[in-house]
C-alpha cells in the first residue's frame, strides 16, 4: 500500500472551527476517492497539549499530538486560524506558543500553509518575509500594516508563493486543499472531490465577492460620513467630485483630502465600490436585466457595469449571478455541478 501523506493541522485554543475541519474534509474526501492502491492523507490535529480543545463555536476538538511530539516528515503543516471581536473591530489571534515552534518545524515540512488569520501566525514566526500573502479581508490591512515585509494581497482566494500558502478567510481553506490535490494527484482527482463535496474545483473571482466594500467607519455625526449616507441613497444622480464638493460647500481639492482622511479612499472610487455593491445585491435577489441593475446602480451602462465587475471582482455580472443567484430548490436537488460523479476507478493517476 502506498505511503500517505503526512498532513499536520495546528491548532489552538478558540480556533475557527472550519479553519481545522474543512481543509481536513478535503484530504479525506479525495482519499477516500483515490482509493487504497494511490497514496491519499493522512490527517493529524496538533496543538501545545494533546486531548481536548475548544474552538471559537463552542465545539471541542481532539488534539491527536502534542506539538513537541510531532516527530517524523510532514508533507503538508497547515496553520489554521482565529479572530476576536474586540471593542467593534477584529483582533487576530497569534498563539506565542504555536509561533515559537513553527520557527523550527515549518522550514522541515514540504509544504507550509495557513487558513484565514493563521496566516498573522506565519508572519509572527517570520515565514511571510519577502513573499506575498493573503488573509482574511477583515484583518488584510492589519497583516500589512503588522508586517511591511510581505507583499498582502486581500482579494485572491488563496496565493501560493514556493511552498508556502495562504488563503483568505475559513472556507477558501477548502479551496486550498483541492488546489494542493490538484498539485499532488492531478486535476480529474481534484474536480471528483470537488464534485463530491458540491464544490467548485476553482471558485471564480476573489475574496471582494464576499466581502462588503461599505465597511468603511467614519465617526458618526461625520460631514463625510453624512455624505456617504447621501450617496447612497442617490447612486443613479451626478457623483462627480465636483458636484459632491459644491454639495459640501468645499472645494474639490478640500474634499477629496477630506474623503481619504476618513476613509482611505477616494470619492471615485467609493463611489464605484458603493454602486457595484449594489448591483451585486441586484443581480443576487431580483431577476431585472443588466440594463436595468446598471441604471439601478448608477452605473449607468452595461459596458460600464462589466468594466466594474471585471475590476472589482474579477468576472462579469452575468457570471455572478449564475454562480450566487440561489436557484429554485427542485432544480438544485440531487445536483452535482459539471457533471455525474465519477467513481473512483474511473480517476487517472496523475
Known amino acids: 500500500m502506498p505511503a500517505s501523506r503526512r498532513v499536520v493541522i495546528v491548532a489552538f485554543p478558540g480556533v ?8 481536513a474534509e478535503v484530504f479525506s474526501v479525495a482519499s477516500g476517492i483515490a482509493g487504497a492502491d494511490r497514496p491519499g492523507y493522512r490527517v493529524e490535529i496538533a496543538a501545545t497539549r494533546a486531548g481536548e480543545l475548544p474552538t471559537s463555536s463552542g465545539v471541542r476538538l481532539v488534539a491527536d499530538v502534542a506539538l513537541e511530539e510531532v516527530g517524523g516528515q510532514v508533507d503538508t503543516l ?5 479572530i476576536n471581536l474586540v471593542d467593534g473591530g477584529v483582533e487576530p489571534v497569534i498563539d506565542a506558543a504555536v509561533v515559537e515552534w513553527l520557527r523550527t518545524a515549518a522550514p522541515q515540512a514540504r509544504r507550509t500553509a495557513s487558513v484565514c488569520a493563521g496566516a498573522h501566525v506565519l508572519a509572527a514566526a517570520g515565514l511571510l518575509d519577502g513573499l506575498s500573502a493573503t488573509t482574511h479581508w477583515l484583518t488584510a490591512e492589519r497583516l500589512a500594516a503588522d508586517y511591511p515585509q510581505i507583499a498582502v494581497d486581500p482579494d485572491p482566494i488563496f496565493i501560493r508563493a514556493g511552498q508556502v500558502w495562504t488563503c483568505a478567510g475559513v472556507t477558501s481553506g477548502m479551496d486550498m486543499a483541492l ?25 471564480p473571482g476573489g475574496q471582494s465577492q464576499f466581502s462588503v466594500p461599505l465597511s ?12 456617504r449616507l447621501w450617496i447612497a441613497d442617490h447612486l443613479a444622480d451626478d457623483l462627480s467630485i465636483e458636484t459632491l464638493a459644491e454639495r459640501m460647500h468645499l472645494s474639490v ?4 483630502r477630506l474623503f481619504r482622511q476618513r476613509t482611505g479612499s477616494t470619492p471615485a472610487s467609493y ?3 458603493v454602486r457595484v455593491e449594489t448591483a451585486r445585491r441586484l443581480l443576487e435577489e431580483t431577476d431585472r436585466s443588466l440594463p436595468d441593475v446598471a441604471t439601478a446602480s448608477g452605473l449607468g451602462s452595461v459596458e460600464t457595469l462589466h468594466r466594474a ?28 455541478p459539471d457533471g455525474p460523479l465519477p467513481l473512483p476507478d474511473q480517476i487517472p493517476a496523475p
Open 309 to 336: 465587475f471585471r475590476r472589482r471582482l474579477v468576472t462579469t455580472p452575468a457570471e455572478y449571478r449564475r454562480r450566487f443567484r440561489s436557484p429554485p430548490a427542485a432544480d438544485t436537488v440531487g445536483a452535482f
Open 16 to 23: 475557527e472551527l472550519l479553519d481545522v475541519t474543512g481543509p
Open 216 to 227: 468603511i467607519h467614519a465617526p458618526s455625526g461625520d460631514r463625510i460620513d453624512e455624505l
Open 179 to 203: 488546489a494542493m490535490v490538484a498539485e499532488d494527484h492531478g486535476q480529474a482527482l481534484a474536480l471528483a472531490t470537488a464534485r463530491m463535496m458540491v464544490m467548485y474545483v476553482k471558485r
Open 78 to 82: 497547515l496553520v489554521s486560524g482565529a
Open 271 to 273: 463611489i464605484e465600490a
Open 253 to 256: 481639492r478640500h474634499l477629496a
